[in-house]
């Protein structure tokens, strides 16, 4: 039996313009991310030894865009880069339920970003665009895996020019999870607590979660699947598990989404819905479907 356990953005017609600027042991007991000036952020407090973990390293904010509020302590984000041939800024981006890798286009209404103090533009990922940057396209905007095997996040304790600090942190460390696999990577159960019906073709939960009597493989309650923006697990009353543990990321070629563990999904009707001929596997997050909670 298995246990539960250097480019200054400026937002102008909707979109972003230029001004001139300046500019980890995944499988230890206890890592710590490096952080400029010789300070660290506490990353992997109760890492499983043989488990790979995606550590956080925290980006300061400067100012925020016009909403701040997905932007928790540790939410990981995408840097933007300026595309001089297209003058457009672009993220990398996976597909929503393929494991492949592509460049989006975005903008100011893309998804919620800021302005970090180096003068860098950082974009919460996991928000869905298309190659254009449209909202509520079949891409996920995701982070590149610097060569140290972290990603950029939001500094917990960085203040922003009104001097408003996080109010609520994520865990600095994730568990990469293999996607397209419907087993977790820790060995343990997932305990999200789904608060919706998940029906799927998966005839045997992986997680064991509680079978709907008179269905057709629909569970519900702890453990039937996952879709949160941040890729972390809820209890039943809808907090976060706090721990690296219970948090969960999707690496492909390079870049690093929230992951997700659920059925896959249609785009039609808008925004989207669960396709039930399918199999509960850790996918990239697909944010605006209404999938467990």
């Not at 696999?181 to 939960?205: F, I, P, R, W």
């Amino acid at each position: 039996m298995k246990a539960r356990i250097a480019l200054v953005g400026i937002v102008f017609a909707g979109v972003f313009a230029l001004t001139a600027c300046s500019s980890a042991d995944p499988s230890g007991d206890d890592v710590e991310v490096q952080v400029n000036a010789g300070a660290t952020t506490p990353a992997c407090t109760n890492c499983i030894k043989g488990v790979t973990y995606s550590t956080c390293a925290p980006v300061a904010v400067y100012s925020y865009g016009p909403d701040k509020s997905p932007f928790l302590g540790n939410a990981r984000v995408a840097k933007l880069v300026y595309n001089q041939t297209t003058s457009a800024y672009e993220v990398p981006c996976v597909y929503i339920e393929k494991a492949s890798r592509s460049t989006c286009k975005v903008n100011s209404s893309s998804a919620p970003w800021f302005r970090a103090k180096d003068g860098s533009i950082y974009m919460k990922t996991g928000y869905r665009v298309d190659q254009s940057g449209n909202a509520g396209g079949d891409w996920v905007i995701s982070a590149v895996v610097d060569k140290d095997g972290t990603v950029p996040c939001v500094d917990p304790a960085g203040r922003d020019t009104a001097g408003t600090a996080a109010t609520e942190e994520l865990a600095a460390a994730c568990v990469v999870e293999t996607i397209n696999v419907a087993t977790n990577a820790t060995g343990a159960y997932l305990e999200n607590y789904a608060t919706q019906k998940v029906c799927t073709s998966t005839s045997v939960h992986p997680d064991e979660a509680e079978y709907i009597n008179g269905t057709k493989y629909c569970y519900t309650g702890r453990g039937a699947a996952m879709n949160d923006i941040n890729g972390t697990e809820r209890d039943m009353y809808g907090n976060y598990y706090p721990d690296e543990n219970h948090c969960h990321v999707a690496r492909i070629s390079g870049v690093e989404a929230p992951a997700a563990k659920r059925p896959a999904t249609r785009s039609l009707p808008a925004p989207g819905v669960v396709n039930t001929s399918t199999p509960i596997l850790w996918r990239a997050v697909a944010k605006d479907i209404a999938i467990a909670n």
